[in-house]
């Protein structure tokens, strides 16, 4: 299984404001920039699915299971 290192330049990328956290707001930033209409609803749906503490952003720890669970 893939340690959380393994994830944590991927992690990064969107982490714009580099707080250790992933919100709605800088995944659709990231999403938008590669002209996805759609880009708030979708990262907010993505947020979900991987938000497993409820606080509507993602921790490395998060990303780093939810990354595993798709392997």
């Known amino acids: 299984m893939p340690e959380s290192s393994e994830y944590a330049a991927s992690f990064a990328l969107v982490d714009a404001d580099g707080d250790g956290r992933i919100s709605a707001e800088e995944l659709a930033e990231l999403m938008g920039s590669s002209g996805d ?3 708030r609803e979708r990262a907010e749906a993505l947020i979900s699915l ?3 503490d409820g606080d509507r952003l993602i921790t490395l720890e998060e ?3 939810f990354m595993n669970e798709r392997s």
Do not use: H, S, V
């Open 37 to 39: 209409p759609a880009a």
């Open 63 to 65: 990303y780093t299971r």
């Open 50 to 52: 991987m938000d497993a």
